[in-house]
């Protein structure tokens, strides 16, 4: 006699988040709050220079300031519990990482060209703009990480 088969899940039943402070200690999850220092941190930079060429540093703070903002919706909606309305936000998350961090990596590249161009005007804007480069690269590889490690989790 066959063993009967299981009944179909009726409902969906999202995996498992971590409530509170432990969701900033879990990966992927902890990439958020870097993500969101390191990209205020490349915005307020840009925004302190002496805009060398204003279509590519204004790619630069667009970029870094709107990632700033839907990155915190992403994790307010963590922190709420919103995610759980929906099936397939883990894929939407991994998308909008994996995205970001392609936008934030040709963002990093015209900030190091604004700061290769600003190495012989002035001195502090040369630091400032280094400064802007570092947070802009490191941004990007937050960014990937956490699009791989959502994807793989």
């Known amino acids: 006699m066959a063993s009967p088969d299981p009944p179909p899940a009726t409902s969906y039943s999202p995996p498992d988040v971590p409530l509170g402070v432990s969701l900033f200690l879990t990966i992927p999850y902890a990439f958020f709050l870097p993500e969101l ?19 590519l540093q204004g790619w630069v703070i667009y970029v870094s300031l709107t990632s700033f903002l839907i990155s915190l919706m992403f994790l307010l909606s963590y922190l709420f519990g919103f995610y ?7 894929v939407l998350d991994s998308l909008y990482h994996g995205t970001t961090g392609i936008l934030y990596m040709s963002a990093a590249v015209l900030q190091a060209h604004a700061t290769i161009v600003s190495e012989t005007a002035d001195l502090r804007n040369y630091y400032i703009n280094t400064a802007a480069s ?20």
């Open 37 to 55: 220092v390191f990209g205020c941190w490349v915005w307020m930079l840009v925004a302190a220079t002496q805009v060398a060429n204003a279509l």
């Open 84 to 90: 759980k309305r929906y099936e397939s936000w883990r």
């Open 134 to 153: 570092f947070f802009a690269f490191m941004t990007t590889l937050l960014y990937i990480l956490h699009a791989f490690s959502i994807y793989y989790h």
